[in-house]
């Protein structure tokens, strides 16, 4: 069923910012994100010859206002890291469709997979990760919708199939980034005892 991560990532997300995260205005803002995704998710509108859906429109004016921010170093930076996410999903998803011999287990997770591996490749910080993830992931979604359906491959931009990659991917950038503060306390903390010994 499409849809499925999407749904349970976001809920998710949105009980932890809402119930669990200490009252503050980026605490409000990633709830309302959430919920405005989640809610926006089934709404699509024709902009001329595509089918776009809200969440996908909403999802990227939001990575899109926050990577606005950055300085202009970053942003250059950003806008490479977001244009070869693209290219790699977007080349990702026409192998995929002219060619799925070559596709060994389940396509949504090793798009996701290819991707986290991309972000992690280019940023360390978990925001910047995401932000890489949700732009270029998006704009690789255009790219890939424009190029189908110049050879009669009508597609939605932003289905749930898009949505379910994108959740998977920033679920586990999350999990890695968690994993990556443990051990980076683990360290400190083996470094603290060791300091004390000597």
Excluded at 51 to 78: D, G, N, W
Excluded at 94 to 113: E, G, K
Excluded at 136 to 142: A, D, L, N, P
Aim: net charge positive.
């Amino acid at each position: 069923m499409e849809g499925i991560y999407f749904y349970f990532f976001f809920w998710i997300l949105w009980i932890i910012s809402t119930f669990f995260m200490e009252k503050t205005r980026q605490r409000t803002m990633l709830a309302a994100a959430a919920l405005i995704a989640i809610i926006l998710s089934s709404v699509s509108l024709h902009i001329g010859s595509f089918h776009v859906t809200l969440a996908f429109l909403f999802l990227f004016c939001f990575a899109c206002y926050f990577a606005a921010a950055q300085t202009c170093r970053k942003l250059l930076y950003m806008v490479i890291a977001a244009l070869t996410t693209a290219f790699a999903y977007a080349s990702f998803q026409l192998l995929a469709l002219f060619d799925p011999v070559w596709i060994w287990m389940d396509r949504t997770w090793m798009l996701a997979m290819a991707l986290v591996i991309i972000c992690l490749l280019f940023y360390e910080n978990i925001q910047s990760r995401l932000l890489c993830l949700v732009i270029g992931g998006c704009q690789g979604e255009t790219l890939y919708s424009i190029v189908s359906q110049k050879v009669s491959f009508s597609h939605v931009i932003g289905s749930f199939s898009f949505l379910d990659t994108v959740s998977i991917s920033a679920f586990c950038l999350l999990i890695w980034s968690l994993f990556e503060q443990i051990t980076m306390h683990v360290s400190s903390k083996k470094t603290i005892k060791g300091t004390k010994q000597s």
